[in-house]
């Protein structure tokens, strides 16, 4: 037993490819037998990857999934930061630029649009729950925004802890939320093409719910919706704190 | 050579970091703004130009497609060290706030949608 721990904990990264990959396989012969291919391979991939990531959590208390058990570390490096953006980059290989010209101006109106449209429905969620004061309803609304925004809102204009971590919940619920629904919603919201995709981006924002939720839905369009989404977060970053404090200010 | 494919992928991604921080440090924003998309952009742009080619065909491109394809799996990973158990931990007006916000977005998706095709139609 000591033997198989070591090895797999030397090799963690190559143990994360072999088990993510018995996790697709599973999940495409699940699609194709279950859902007759209705549902793609890769949603249950995803889906199979959350329900782990709740056990995981509930099972060692941590905040990272299944990355938390030692012999699991490596999904941790695998789905970690670096290399969902060194994958996602490589995704817009192959893109055409007439495309990206097409949907720019509607993917820059997308970002402003989903930014306020998420702060706005954040924010009156917790005025409903009670909320008032301005800080703690703009670091809610910020954490509708994405997990990030929240966090970096609240301590920017002094929310408490519990607040904060209400954000960083309401904007984990938003990312899971997008990466499940995206492919069951994707055929009434128009969601198939380049344009729609870069809109969808914008407005969702979290980089990786889009990312899940547009691989699950057709892999051609995850690079035009997570071109928009990245810059979401950092429009977020930037109104939170700012321009939409200032406004929760004046009203409350 | 499929090195040099994975070379320039990781190119585009440093220099749009780079870009990125630059960015949220000029704006005052602590975070990386939009470094990834800047990167997508150059990668765009190389895989579009003449200039590239020895970057892009043959050996060198099949780099960059292998961590294209790598995408999937990746995204499944990350999926799997989501911090779930927090996300439901934080009670209902979490829940709530996180619906409402997705649900009042999808719905726009098709309205700001029509913006674009009708820009586009514009232009041609």
Redesign the interface.
């Known amino acids: 037993m000591d033997i198989i721990e070591t090895v797999f904990v030397r090799n963690n990264l190559v143990v994360a490819f072999a088990v993510v990959g018995v996790t697709i396989w599973i999940s495409y012969l699940l699609a194709d037998k279950l859902t007759a291919g209705r549902i793609h391979g890769s949603a249950i991939a995803i889906a199979l990857g959350l329900i782990a990531a709740y056990f995981g959590g509930v099972a060692t208390g941590g905040r990272t999934g299944v990355a938390d058990f030692a012999l699991l570390g490596g999904i941790g490096l695998m789905g970690g930061g670096m290399m969902r953006d060194f994958a996602i980059v490589a995704t817009a290989f192959g893109v055409q630029l007439s495309e990206l010209r097409k949907a720019g101006l509607a993917g820059i109106i997308s970002i402003f649009a989903g930014v306020i449209v998420s702060f706005v429905v954040g924010a009156a969620v917790a005025i409903l729950f009670g909320y008032t004061d301005a800080a703690a309803i703009t670091t809610i609304g910020s954490g509708a925004v994405t997990y990030i925004v929240g966090p970096v809102t609240g301590e920017a204009i002094g929310a408490s802890d519990t607040v904060i971590t209400l954000s960083v919940a309401a904007g984990l619920v938003k990312s899971i939320l997008v990466m499940i629904g995206t492919p069951l919603v994707a055929k009434y919201i128009g969601l198939n093409n380049p344009q729609s995709a870069m809109v969808f981006g914008g407005l969702m924002g979290t980089t990786s719910g889009v990312a899940a939720g547009l691989a699950a839905t057709d892999p051609k369009l995850v690079p035009y919706g997570a071109m928009t989404a990245t810059f979401y977060t950092g429009v977020g970053c930037l109104l939170g704190p700012s321009v939409l404090f200032f406004l929760v200010s004046a009203i409350y | 050579m499929i090195v040099y494919g994975v070379a320039l992928?990781?190119g585009?991604?440093i220099l749009?970091?780079i870009i990125?921080e630059a960015?949220?440090a000029a704006?005052n924003?602590?975070?990386?703004?939009?470094?990834?998309?800047i990167?997508?952009?150059f990668?765009?742009?190389a895989?579009?130009s003449e200039k590239f080619r020895s970057l892009?065909q043959d050996a060198a491109?099949s780099g960059?497609?292998f961590?294209?394809a790598?995408?999937?799996?990746?995204?499944?990973?990350?999926?799997?060290?989501?911090?779930?158990?927090?996300?439901?931990?934080?009670?209902?007006?979490?829940?709530?706030?996180?619906?409402?916000?997705?649900t009042?977005?999808?719905?726009?998706?098709?309205i700001?949608?029509k913006?674009?095709?009708k820009?586009?139609t514009e232009?041609n």
């Open positions: 992928l990781s585009c991604l749009g970091m990125g960015l949220g704006l924003v602590d975070a990386n703004v939009g470094g990834v998309g990167a997508m952009i990668l765009v742009l895989s579009n892009t491109g960059i497609k961590w294209s790598m995408y999937i799996p990746i995204v499944v990973a990350m999926a799997a060290r989501q911090d779930v158990a927090g996300a439901t931990e934080g009670g209902l007006l979490a829940i709530v706030a996180g619906v409402a916000a997705v009042v977005s999808f719905a726009l998706v098709p700001l949608s913006i674009g095709k820009s586009a232009e």
